[in-house]
């Protein structure tokens, strides 16, 4: 029997860190998620920012238990005009505007679905979907609020033991243990961070 969970966990953070600094350091996938407790490796693929992650936890039965995302990331400048300036067409801006009005960024990741078979249960390998986005704006002087927003999902194969609790039971346990064990993770991931920050804490 198969079962898809999805987690998801979120956070809002202040970086005593100057804004393009810290947009720099957070959009280096490999060095974030290296604090990730989950995450075994970060590669980037052949196709243009596509990488590819490889997650490993312990199932009930002490298997090894891993999980392969392919994920996209976007990145966008978020940009506030006044209302005396009228634009049709983003692409015509100029540097000098876009840096002038510049209020933060935005880093999306999104999975990228790729033609090769990935999972094999027999082995405890499986494919996960991750999207997330990530918010930065300066909000004082050398400080930047970040906004952590990503939702995982992941189909897998239940052990036979598991098949006698009704499915509808399972499905939200199984989603609330997912979310539970991402938000640690991410919390967790981002404390670890401060150590090249001079601070950082919770809004």
């Not at 280096?28 to 995450?39: A, E």
């Not at 196709?47 to 590819?52: D, M, R, S």
């Not at 510049?102 to 090769?116: E, M, N």
């Amino acid at each position: 029997m198969e079962m898809e969970a999805t987690g998801r966990s979120r956070g809002d953070w202040i970086f005593h860190g100057e804004f393009d600094r810290t947009i720099a350091y957070l959009s280096d996938q490999k060095k974030i998620l290296g604090f990730n407790p989950f995450c075994h490796s970060v590669e980037l693929t052949n196709i243009e920012n596509v990488y590819k992650w490889l997650f490993r936890v312990t199932d009930p039965q002490n298997n090894p238990f891993d999980v392969i995302f392919f994920v996209e990331q976007i990145e966008e400048i978020l940009v506030e005009l006044p209302d005396d300036i009228e634009c049709s067409d983003p692409a015509e801006l100029s540097e000098e505007v876009i840096k002038r009005y510049t209020i933060g960024k935005k880093i999306r990741w999104q999975h990228h679905p790729v033609a090769s078979k990935i999972e094999d249960p027999e082995k405890y390998l499986f494919e996960g979907k991750a999207f997330a986005d990530m918010y930065m704006h300066p909000v004082e002087s050398e400080k930047t609020r970040v906004q952590f927003d990503l939702k995982i999902n992941v189909r897998f194969t239940l052990y036979p033991a598991f098949r006698i609790i009704p499915e509808n039971i399972l499905h939200s346990m199984t989603n609330a243990g997912m979310s539970m064990i991402m938000q640690t993770s991410t919390n967790k991931m981002f404390h670890s961070i401060t150590k090249d920050f001079k601070n950082i804490r919770k809004t």
